[in-house]
């Protein structure tokens, strides 16, 4: 697994660009992928070879399969166990916050308008879960030989 | 690149930098690369207590017994750079000394940066480099946390604004109570739960948490529950119009320094309980109206033998207000059902003592025989001469056995005229007429006839119903209602009334009544 890596399925233009703007300034460690809907997820996720992200960044309201599908399949594979997933929506309907947390979402986060706001929601989810791995020491400068880390 | 570019650089670079994430990158590799140097050590020190909250290096990583190792060294050293001789103990890597040095910023962690050394090294230089380096790092560290500062700061104040919008355009309790630890979790806490006092009792109403896992499993014990809801340093007190409403419990998994200060939480405890305060007394309030509401429409509708009769009654969206909508049937003792419906325009407790009023002489005039032009009438007249300045939409249906059906006379003082649906299909709309009652000193009324036969549906209804509007703006009479009636065309006469009043969006009370000529005679 690659804690550095964030996979987020969004496709919304602004969303992906303040998602970018927001985490490139609080966590300029931490890589972004973007998947423009649900239905790239988990090919993504179980193509072979694939580096596993240490968080998956799900909108729910997308064309295809929604976020809360995504949520559905993913856990439906045990070799997907223990991924983050977390859902990144305005809507203010507490029984959808019950759907993905019964399809086993990790995170239901409100998406604020300002982005102040929006910076921190997203970058106190990633110390968040980022602090609950099991190894929390992590090298930031590669030892010499060795240049993709720090890519 | 001599020393004094590597440190130009590294000046440059320190005032650019973001995230303290980004700084070990940055300080290291250049004392990595003066003439001696095998390693580059850092620790981020925590706020409080001795832990360790990242170790960082350059040359030889810095894990397994090594952290252990470093850190024992690190303790010894405070200030300015010094050397530490080793003794052999880092002898596997070629190590000898070790030069170090560590700042301190108030409410900031501290950090060490240790320089291994072999023989060859000269630590004096190394240490005059190192103490350049601690002071770029300091530097950099200040001014990130003022940075940071700031945008905390950004960050609160837009929380506030949001919250105050979110919580303010919703009047329903419940999703208030939601909103409030919605918008505050994970931006200023990791948790936040909302208990509001029952009966002097806390009682948790709604919570959220980043972890949901967590939350589910701190909800699944009532005991852990209940010690939240004690008096704690991130326990604050709802407090709205002088009384203390509930509790908002913030949990916090973040560094001390993170917590945001008590002044920000207090403020955003007392919007949120003022906007619980007010859904819950909107919602009491509408409670409350409706219950009067319902003293105001009779408890039930009599039992006729050869009459089906369904009434249905539904308050106006955020509507706070008694509304004035009427109706009753009477059986008279010859057999005769009179059914009545009226409106009182305007709301409030006025509308309500007169649509009391209303309701009682029409149905007291009717039962004891009067015909239905004689009771508006008398109604119009105690109207006038109260100098009311209200006036009442009504009309009274009165029903004679006819043969195998019902004559039905119709009279209306400016209310909406009935639909009339035949048994065997099709429906439409009958005789309005008259001028509503309390203008005129003599009332004009609109008399009409009908004839119902076995199966026939004769619904009356107040205007909320036929001038509510859907979201496109039009109203419910243009083909909405002419739409409901043909679905219901075969329902039971209560699941038509029932039907009827909430297919339309009400944004007025609507009270539908209606009368069913039973299929047989007796049954």
Redesign the interface.
Same mark, same amino acid.
């Given at each position: 697994m690659d804690s550095d890596l964030v996979l987020v399925a969004e496709d919304s233009d602004e969303d992906i660009e303040a998602i970018a703007r927001a985490l490139g300034r609080s966590h300029p460690d931490v890589r972004l992928e973007f998947l423009r809907s649900g239905t790239g997820v988990l090919p993504r996720l179980t193509a072979a070879g694939a580096v596993r992200p240490g968080l998956v960044l799900l909108d729910l309201n997308m064309p295809g399969e929604s976020g809360l599908d995504v949520i559905r399949l993913i856990r439906a594979r045990s070799e997907l166990d223990g991924l983050r997933l977390v859902v990144f929506t305005s809507s203010e309907n507490q029984a959808e916050a019950e759907a993905c947390y019964a399809a086993g979402a990790d995170s239901y986060l409100y998406k604020p308008i300002n982005f102040a706001l929006f910076q921190s929601v997203l970058a106190q989810t990633l110390d968040y879960w980022r602090s609950r791995e099991p190894n929390v020491t992590r090298m930031v400068v590669p030892p010499p030989g060795e240049s993709s880390a720090h890519a | 690149m001599g020393w004094a570019a590597a440190l130009h650089r590294l000046w440059s670079a320190a005032v650019t =930098?973001?995230?303290r994430?980004?700084l070990?990158?940055l300080v290291?590799?250049p004392l990595g690369e003066l003439p001696g140097v095998r390693a580059v050590w850092g620790l981020r020190h925590a706020v409080h207590g001795d832990g360790v909250l990242? @170790?960082?290096?350059?040359?030889v990583?810095l894990?397994g017994d090594l952290?252990s190792l470093v850190r024992e060294l690190a303790a010894e050293v405070a200030g300015p750079a010094q050397v530490i001789e080793l003794d052999g103990r880092l002898r596997e890597h070629g190590v000898t000394r070790i030069v170090a040095a560590r700042f301190d910023l108030p409410g900031e962690a501290p950090g060490t940066i240790l320089v291994a050394v072999d023989g060859t090294a000269d630590t004096g230089f190394v240490g005059a480099c190192l103490s350049q380096v601690i002071e770029v790092t300091r530097e950099a560290v200040r001014r990130l946390s003022v940075i940071r500062g700031e945008?905390?700061q950004? *960050?609160r104040d837009?929380?506030l604004?949001?919250a105050s919008l979110?919580m303010d355009a919703v009047l329903d309790t419940?999703?208030t109570m @939601?909103?409030v630890p919605?918008?505050a *979790?994970?931006? =200023?806490a990791?948790g936040c739960l909302v208990f509001v006092h029952t009966d002097g009792k806390p009682q948790l109403r709604s919570a959220v948490h *980043?972890?949901?896992?967590r939350l589910?499993a701190l909800l699944d014990d009532p005991a852990g529950v209940g010690r939240l809801a004690e008096p704690g340093e991130h326990t604050l007190e709802l407090r709205a119009r002088g009384r203390v409403i509930g509790l908002l419990v913030f949990l916090f998994?973040?560094p001390a320094e993170r917590i945001p200060p008590a002044t920000f939480l207090r403020d955003l405890a007392a919007r949120a309980a003022l906007a619980i305060d007010n859904s819950t007394l909107y919602e009491q309030r509408r409670r409350e109206v409706m219950r009067m509401q319902q003293h105001l429409l009779p408890t039930r509708l009599p039992r006729t033998d050869g009459l089906e009769l369904a009434a249905a009654y539904t308050v106006g969206d955020r509507v706070l207000e008694v509304g004035g909508d009427f109706y009753d049937v009477v059986v008279r003792d010859d057999g005769a059902v009179a059914a009545v419906i009226g409106d009182v325009c305007g709301r409030g407790v006025d509308a309500a003592a007169l649509t009391g009023m209303a309701r009682h002489t029409l149905t007291t005039l009717l039962q004891e025989g009067l015909s239905p032009a004689r009771a508006l009438t008398r109604l119009n007249a105690r109207l006038r001469l109260d100098g009311s300045w209200r006036f009442i939409t009504a009309a009274v249906a009165l029903l004679r056995p006819d043969g195998d059906g019902y004559a039905v006379e119709w009279t209306s003082a400016g209310h909406p005229a009935p639909v009339i649906m035949r048994g065997g299909g099709g429906a439409h709309r009958a005789t309005g007429g008259g001028v509503p009652l309390g203008i005129l000193d003599v009332p004009r009324l609109g008399p009409s006839a009908l004839r119902m036969a076995a199966g026939d549906t004769l619904v009356m209804f107040t205007d909320g119903l036929t001038e509510s509007r859907d979201a496109q703006g039009r109203m419910f009479e243009q083909d909405g209602l002419a739409r409901a009636l043909g679905r219901l065309r075969d329902a039971p006469v209560q699941l038509l009334v029932d039907e009827l009043t909430s297919s339309a969006e009400a944004s007025d009370d609507i009270a539908v009544l209606a009368v069913r000529v039973r299929e047989c005679r007796g049954q």
């Open positions: - | =930098i973001t995230s994430e980004q070990a990158a290291l590799p990242a @170790y960082r290096w350059q040359g990583p894990t952290q945008q905390e950004q *960050v837009a929380l604004a949001e979110q419940e999703q @939601y909103r919605r918008m *979790v994970p931006a =200023i990791e *980043v972890d949901m896992r589910d998994d973040r």
